[in-house]
């Protein structure tokens, strides 16, 4: 079975940062990558996923991401954070309709 | 309004009894699936179903067990064999692969048990 690893539960940056959440993949098949926003008190909504093609991802409220496929990775970036951007994000993975998630980061973003 | 419907929210149980948190979607969707949330474990994979009559085990499957008898429809009972049930519990649905839209999973407003 696919599975994922978050490698920082909790990420502090203050505001107008850089910020990279780190993800890294395992599986012995093709795989499919997403990452999930889940703001307080709130379910969770998809932020970006790669399926095939451009390894560069683009997603809502300025996320991308970058598969690796050499590095098993798929770290999550946003050149310049917002206030309203600290929530908890979710790396998840899937070969075939078995979506696995990571354990989360917590992003707090600071004034 | 097309989405997933959890119930109920909040559910006390005690130790010893069987419960069964319902869900239900009315997006047409094939695959549907169960997942534990517990602070600092992320969402971990009890259950998942790609089709009417099919389902499959994932992670944390003892002490826990599904139906799909009907597309719309994926329930999930907590057994008494399940040692540590109470958390947070999420089902989501989400077409199969190969279909526009695969991958983005819609999530219900999760099923909160307390075994007393």
């Known amino acids: 079975a696919q599975s994922v690893t978050q490698l920082d539960s909790q990420v502090p940056v203050f505001e107008e940062a850089p910020v990279e959440l780190r993800c890294n993949y395992s599986?012995?098949?093709?795989?499919?990558l997403f990452w999930y926003v889940q703001y307080p008190n709130q379910g969770l909504q998809l932020l970006l996923k790669?399926?095939?093609?451009?390894?560069l991802v683009k997603g809502i409220n300025g996320f991308e991401a970058e598969f690796n496929k050499s590095q098993t990775s798929f770290h999550l970036r946003k050149p310049s954070v917002h206030i309203s951007d600290t929530a908890e994000y979710f790396c998840?993975?899937?070969?075939?309709?078995?979506?696995?998630f990571g354990a989360g980061t917590r992003l707090t973003v600071k004034p | 309004d097309g989405g997933i419907t959890q119930s109920p929210k909040y559910l006390f149980r005690k130790e010893g009894q069987n419960v069964t948190l319902s869900c239900e979607q009315n997006?047409?969707?094939?695959?549907m699936y169960w997942y534990r949330q517990d602070p600092g474990q992320g969402l971990r994979l009890i259950y998942y179903?790609?089709?009417?009559?099919?389902?499959q085990k994932g992670d944390i499957a003892e002490g826990y067990s599904v139906s799909r008898e009907k597309k719309e429809s994926f329930p999930l009972t907590v057994t008494s064999a399940q040692k540590n049930p109470t958390a947070f519990y999420l089902c989501?649905?989400?077409?199969?692969?190969?279909?526009?839209?695969?991958?983005?999973?819609?999530f219900g407003e999760g099923s909160r048990l307390t075994v007393l």
């Open positions: 997006l047409n969707h094939d695959a």
């Open positions: 599986s012995s098949v093709s795989v499919y």
């Open positions: 179903s790609q089709i009417v009559n099919d389902f």
């Open positions: 989501a649905s989400s077409t199969r692969a190969g279909r526009v839209g695969f991958g983005e999973l819609f």
């Open positions: 790669y399926l095939s093609g451009s390894t």
């Open positions: 998840a993975v899937t070969g075939n309709n078995d979506m696995r």
